[in-house]
């Protein structure tokens, strides 16, 4: 590891690539094969996707996770349709607007404590179906694992998709951190995603170890019909597919997918251990995944980004963000603990 | 090289990674660096273009070439205004729409011959200046090397990007391929773009032996100003930026940008000057760059593409396009040549 | 007439409102009425589209001419498709870029000399269908009467209609002057729309006496499904909607869109009678409605629009254009025609 | 008044036009104008707006309220920016997304009690300034009066105005109901608006006893400089100019907008004043305008409704709301709470 290059706590992003996914780019760069998807990369890595999620899965990769859930929505609304979400989620507050930009969609963002929305919510914004001076809710875009490093539990999310599917509403899924909700709650993707409503998917792979690349997931046929067009004209088909396809092939080959964020979220359970007992530290979300949240008192926050870099989530109440990645060790761990049980004593 | 993947001369993108960009890629791999383009590789990367260019450039990594023109476009435009370009302009006629949809502009094709236009042509488009009717030219497309292989000669577009600044529009630069069109001219990259008079420049890596990733490069800072926050809402800004970056610090290093399009160059140099004397086969454009287009019959050219992968660029007059890259051999030319010898008999 | 209202031959819009239709909007003013449209008078208008049109018309108001295109449009497209037109189309060349910012659309106009496009011209643009690359061509958009005062016949449109179907494509009809194309075909309105195969129209009302308003009509109704959503978030409902409502229930009321265009296409056609003999005067377009074009020498135009306004059409070619209206009286086009002799001299 | 036309209080747009508004309609039905707004009509009622704006004023005539704010909003935003207002904002509630389609923009809504918003609720969606990932808030606007029938104090819009211009924000002023808050406020249009540091303001006159049009006054003329091509390709550039510009001037000519809306009001506060001893009835807001918002048991609604049309604002509080107009009279007012008094009793 280069000088600088220190591991820190900011974001599952700002890890490198796994060992195995960076061979596997390396294998990939061999002579000449069609570009934008026509090539023997590309089908491999789709047939394991359709291992993984069912036969009659449509898979489209793009760059990125931000194209993946604009491009998703894009393809399951018209601009006089609105989305519900929760107010933390990556599209409402990550994503610069984008959301809006490509599908003129109105976002009817959820306020919650934990980052997971309820029926009960969703249903206050259905009061004016059918009323032309209102835009119709289309879309209920849940986050999985959610911003807050929560993860709904498959019977909540089965109550979400069945209100929605009787509702005349489709699901989608932000699943940049899908890997870590399958881990924590000991599952594989499916029965997260498919085997529960899901209707379209955002499979994420940079926070995972990917260099770059997201898999936008089709359980429903009829709605990928266009998502080559939409794909195209948002500026997220790569020419040269090979490359994000043999990555997500490594990733989904031996559970390396697997294996990777289990490592994030035992990481991120080992730090809420350490933690738990240094006075004026509390954590303030459960950690079912791979991030830690927790009030300190800010006086504390520069000491300690000094030595490892991380986001203040909540200047207000001074809550920050410990991420964790596949790449974070016990010692990684360790060691900003000590430094934890220094500045807050 | 693995069965299947054999050079063909379909497109620049058919190509893999150059092994030194692929290297600059591998040693990237160390460890966290900030996201979003916040590290010591991008400011490396963003200094080789200074160098280049001049120190009050701004550069921008995006993830292709369509989100490099859009986007460079919307920076430039308000959405009551027109594009002028040539017909066959890739932010024409092969970007599904993507510039009118993400800036909601008309685009005003030129029709040629040979993929340039003139200002005589843009002259006529601006008749209508003020007039609210009429979408308002704001923006000059052109590309360099143009789709049809041919390059514009400094004063040729000297000339339109005075009359464009005469006229109160801008001169945007799809440079795609702006190597080759640099290395046809016998200068650097800086003689053909803002010393003449370009005022934004998307800048080709993936025609040339990169990855992934193009570049934005302003030569007019005041209309950089808000670049940040287009890239992001156009869903390109990289997480890993890292690994783009470098991918750009390997291309600018040791001229390997030339080298490589200089390979491609006299590849297709070579090409036509062997194919010239091939009864039943014209070319039909000045060969400039890196692409050969050649009317043959019809009835050949299955025979063809059995053996050599290329398209079909007008089925009507029964053109065909062969393009060359950096990683083109004279044996693979030579080849073709001899099969071409052979089926054109 | 106030002094300074003098009826040129600029166009039928700078005519004002017949006074049966001022009558019926007077009539219109008692009481209250539910806004946008639940009302009695938009019932009853409706009722009257259906008469024509037949029972399974879907009739919606809108303000004007520009609304009504694009968001026919609009309920026919997706972003990522084209619309194919006329280089001469109203949508094309006056409405401010308003279609590509409406739907995203890419325009595809067709040269033409006289304002009518061919299905060997639409074909054209069929070549790449499927491909992800090019916009998708999805609407094929005529103008009746076209803006170059020209009047397809039925079995004209019903070619291009058939064609249509037959490649998945739908046909829009920008009838901004269609009574004036009905009187010029000795045909009701329906014969020349629903009758040969035209999907969405935009009826004109403007341009034949009425104050404001449009009526998009879909003669299927699937089309029509979502687009009181589109209208609204179009910012074209309006809320006094009765005051649209009985306009239009006048103007179909008697035939008096038929005698008000009878008039205009008739003070036309004197109008060409009279110059026909004029030295120095060329009329260079069929006058089948209610337009007159004439190319005459630049340097008697500004002695002309002194005395009666009108437009320069082509400025290159010297070729002016003047309209007549329901109001133009036979005494307008003598004194006219006598300038123009006095002048052309 | 025909039976079916009946006064009730669903809202101020389900009158019809002042006499003297229609009057000087068919006044301006005389012989031919420029269309498009360059006619002495459309000159004469500019002049009237910078007489009570200030000389340095620009104004624009579109269709209708949505038209004015979305177009508003458009001229002072790119689409990476958001739109700071209270939730029940008309555009951000009854809109049907206009504004997001339009503009691209985040909208940013404010829960609030009494439709007005604080400078304190403003900061805290400012957090995030300058960075890329967060929808970059440009734009305040208010209502006035506002969507609950309140009315911001000049100085309580003033302390918004400040902060927003000290913060790099433009304010723009849905005054669909400006003159009802000036009445209320008992001063002229110009102390409210512009005097207290609004920049743009959608004048609204639909709902005060015109037609059909609404102006949009921008106070700060180089926010203008792009809004005839936004209003053209808006779709929102009226032909028959003349016919929206003359009713305007009616308006503003011996205080019309004033007595309209005095009158108004004056019938709101008489309902208010009635209503307040009806046992099971609970006024909800400060009837500042012309609307009176009530808690009545759900029963009593349809027995109401059957009599007097009337909107139920909120079904789990239900609350309804009752507008008046300029033509409500004395005799409406008793009749409904005779009405009120037996239902309720």
Redesign the interface.
């Known amino acids: 590891?280069?000088p600088?290059?220190?591991?820190?706590f900011?974001?599952d992003?700002?890890?490198?690539?796994h060992p195995k996914i960076?061979e596997a780019?390396?294998q990939?760069?061999?002579?000449?094969?069609?570009?934008?998807g026509d090539d023997?990369h590309t089908e491999s890595a789709t047939r394991k996707f359709k291992e993984i999620f069912g036969e009659d899965t449509e898979v489209f990769f793009v760059?990125?996770?931000?194209?993946a859930n604009?491009?998703s929505i894009q393809a399951l609304t018209?601009?006089?349709?609105?989305v519900i979400c929760a107010e933390t989620a990556h599209i409402n507050?990550?994503?610069?607007?984008?959301p809006?930009?490509?599908t003129?969609?109105?976002?009817l963002p959820i306020s919650t404590g934990n980052g997971k929305i309820t029926v009960d919510q969703i249903g206050l914004h259905l009061?004016a179906l059918g009323n032309?001076?209102?835009?119709?809710p289309r879309v209920i875009s849940l986050t999985q694992a959610t911003e807050l490093g929560t993860v709904y539990r498959p019977q909540e999310t089965e109550e979400i998709t069945r209100f929605a599917h009787q509702n005349g509403l489709f699901v989608h899924l932000d699943g940049a951190r899908i890997a870590n909700a399958a881990v924590s709650l000991k599952t594989g993707l499916r029965e997260i995603t498919r085997d529960v409503g899901i209707d379209v998917l955002s499979f994420g792979g940079?926070k995972n170890g990917i260099?770059?690349g997201e898999a936008v997931v089709f359980f429903n046929r009829a709605l990928a019909r266009?998502f080559?067009?939409?794909?195209?004209?948002?500026?997220?088909?790569?020419?040269?597919m090979r490359?994000i396809a043999v990555q997500f092939e490594a990733l989904l080959t031996d559970d390396l997918w697997r294996r990777n964020a289990q490592l994030a979220n035992n990481m991120a359970a080992l730090l809420e251990r350490e933690v738990r007992s240094i006075p004026h530290l509390t954590i303030t979300q459960p950690v079912d995944a791979n991030a830690v949240f927790a009030a300190i008192p800010p006086r504390h926050i520069q000491p300690l980004t000094q030595e490892y870099?991380f986001y203040v989530w909540d200047?207000e109440q001074s809550i920050v963000r410990w991420m964790t990645s596949f790449?974070t060790t016990q010692e990684d761990i360790m060691g900003f603990v000590a430094l934890l049980r220094r500045v807050l004593a």
Do not use: W
């Open positions: 590891m280069k600088g290059n220190k591991r820190g900011a974001s992003n700002n890890a490198g690539v960076l780019v390396v990939a760069n061999q002579g000449h094969v069609v570009a934008y023997p760059y990125n996770g931000t194209g604009v491009l018209d601009s006089f349709q609105a507050e990550d994503e610069c607007g984008a809006e930009k490509f003129g969609c109105k976002l009061h032309e001076h209102h835009a119709q940079t260099m770059f266009d080559k067009f939409i794909r195209k004209q948002g500026a997220q088909l790569a020419s040269k490359f870099f200047e790449d």
